[in-house]
């Protein structure tokens, strides 16, 4: 992994979003046939992340669905009424090409960003994410574009009457708004964020993924501790966290516990910045345009701790605990 090339792989992402809204303009899951009693999503970091969140929207819409660790060693039995969706960027996980080979039997949709790659080989259906080469060795671009197709999986599903070439669209502007004004808050971010013990993220359950890609970032490029939690959860798991620690977290708003997190932060005085969003007692917000669009802000969000992270590694600042 090469934190210039990681920096690099982020800048490109409006134009890599450019080109998956018009590779949208055809529905890249046409070729699905119906009558599909389960939809199971297999993956592994930030391809079971961004599954997740893909499987919730999927069951308030009255779908059976589940997105579950490759590495399970137990799951839902193979059977061609189930649809199985493996996720691998690189298309060589270990972990999700043995799950993949378990649900023989199954139909199976792959999700991947290389051609011809091991995780597309007797699959039924393999859509390309079109993110382009990660040549920092990190998955950023991917796990933006692996949420912009399932949520196109999901108006596929649904018969959702959804325009996500514009969609995307939006994302890539949002994009590029944040990187195009970065020198205004980056700076105040990186000193807001730099603690002696890590950095936490917080969002609702619909925005988890942004959580736990966010945190894989922090410890994947500076090597910095960071862990996720969903926000209602927060106040039963994490906030213990806040009475010994220097507690710094991103949190992303939206939910209906935002205000009972926030009580224990104004008594506890921990740190919190908020991205895509305002609370009272935060001490500073990020925002973006479009950020009041729910679906822009999930494919947007996680680029503010994609570029500390990257600015952390670059610059050789790893934890100063």
């Known amino acids: ?28 899951w046409k070729a699905l046939p119906g009558g599909f009693g389960r939809v199971l999503f297999l ?10 969140v893909a499987a919730l929207r999927l069951r308030a819409r009255g779908i059976d669905a589940h997105a579950e660790y490759a590495s399970a060693a137990a799951s839902f039995p193979p059977g061609r009424d189930t649809l ?11 972990e999700t090409l043995d799950a993949a080979a378990r649900h023989e039997g199954s139909y199976r949709a792959v999700l991947t960003n290389v051609a011809g790659s091991p995780i597309t080989e007797g699959a039924d259906l393999v859509v390309p994410m079109l993110a382009g080469e990660e040549r920092g060795g990190v998955a950023c671009r991917t796990f933006q574009h692996t949420l912009a197709l399932l949520l196109a999986l999901e108006a596929h599903l649904t018969a959702a009457d959804r325009d996500l070439p514009a969609l995307v669209r939006r994302a890539a502007e949002a994009t590029a708004d944040l990187l195009d004004r970065r020198e205004a808050w980056l ?12 950095v936490y993220t917080v969002a609702p359950a619909e925005h988890l993924s942004s959580a736990e890609q966010s945190a894989l970032m ?13 926000t209602g959860d927060w106040s039963h798991v994490d906030v213990y966290l806040t009475k010994t620690l220097d507690y ?10 935002d205000d009972q997190a926030m009580d224990w932060v104004r008594q506890r005085g921990s740190t919190i910045l908020t991205v895509g969003g305002e609370l009272p007692d935060a001490r500073a917000s990020v925002r973006y345009l479009h950020d009041d669009d729910p ?12 570029l500390v992270a990257a600015h952390w590694w670059l610059h050789g600042t790893s934890s100063p605990q």
């Open 248 to 257: 710094r977290a991103i949190l992303f708003p939206g939910s209906a516990y």
């Open 218 to 230: 922090f410890r994947e490029g500076p090597r910095r501790p960071a862990d996720a939690c969903e």
């Open 295 to 306: 679906d822009v802000a999930l494919l947007t969000e996680t680029l503010v701790a994609e």
């Open 43 to 52: 993956g592994m970091g930030s391809s079971r992340y961004a599954a997740s």
């Open 84 to 94: 199985v969706i493996p996720i691998s960027a690189t298309g060589g996980s270990r």
């Open 187 to 198: 700076p105040g971010v990186l000193d807001l964020l730099d603690g002696p013990h890590g």
């Open 1 to 28: 992994m090469k934190p210039e090339l990681f920096l690099a792989d982020l800048e490109a992402k409006p134009a890599a979003l450019a080109d998956l809204a018009a590779g949208l303009s055809a529905n890249p």
